[in-house]
């Protein structure tokens, strides 16, 4: 018989791994797990259903209760899908820096979205949340720091990892950081079952937080105090906000981390606009990111080695940014030209 699923959230994880085969250079075998597969489109689906579950055994979220968390948008998409099956109210605090995109899908998903000032960065967002959540008696999902999020990863992406690769060589493993929760709970599973195989860390060449090693100022309660002064802005969204979040010092501090690659813009919106064109695969900028880097560290391993990059998104998400800035809305010459014999088809003036 075949499988019926009782509900959405059943589908989260399980996610392919898939080879790499016209981007990835002779001699190194380049495989990538797809979080766009997730019901949702994200990585953050498996976080979204983690923390809320981990809330319900632990009795900290009360039926009805409202949900908040600060989230750049898919953390709030996930959450937004657990939130409808369970039937919490969902509000969520966001820069309005971030993709309209998210914004209309999280509305679309029932949530309510408050935005906060693009100067405020993360910080701003994350602030916004707490001072909610406090007010109004609301469940925060805190997910820069929460357990739950880096746990739900121990116990599925890396056993997921741990299985594909079952009695196949992993050389390589290579992630960025949001959270730092698919960092901390995928790399100590690594650490102990495939202790041969290297866990590998990009950040934006725009935001060196963890490379250039200054330290960041806390508060008393571990919240960052203010933006972290290597940050500057970049289009990874997702990836490295303008602080160093709790989970991702964590995993830095048990000294897993074998390697640490800065990644250029440029390079990873063109790996994401080539992984769509030569792979076929449809991802967002972070996931750009992260086969930039494989890409980065395939120039100096061993021949024949096997590396594992994660794709955290789905390129839907990103339609009205940078990623998408040279794709046109009317036809190009080319195309427009190839269409002058439609009998009665009239090319609309340009601009
Ligand atoms: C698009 C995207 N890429 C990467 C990440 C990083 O994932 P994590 O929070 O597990 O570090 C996130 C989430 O923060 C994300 O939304």
Known sequence: MGHLYEN?????????????????????NLYVKNEAANPLGSVKDRLALGVIEAAEEAGELKPG??????TSGNTGIGLAMVCAVKGYPLVVTMADSFSVERRKLMRFLGAQV?????ADKGTGMVNKAVELAEANGWFLTRQFENEANPDYHSRTTAQEILDDFDGAPLDYWITGYGTGGTLKGVARVLAKERPDTKIVLCEPEEAPLLHDGVAQERNPDGSPAASHPSFKPHPMQGWTPDFIPKLTADAVDTDVIERLIQIANADALRCARELATREGIFVGPSAGGNVAGALKLAEDVPEGSTILAMLPDTGERYLTTPLFADIADDMTEEEAALSASTPGYQRPPAG
Do not use: H, S
Request: glycine share 6%; net charge neutral.
């Open 65 to 70: 209760q409202t949900v908040i968390e600060a």
């Open 114 to 118: 408050v935005l906060t000032p693009a």
């Open 8 to 28: 959405i959230l059943e589908t989260v994880g399980r996610t392919p791994v898939i080879r790499i085969n016209r981007m990835a250079p002779e001699g190194v």
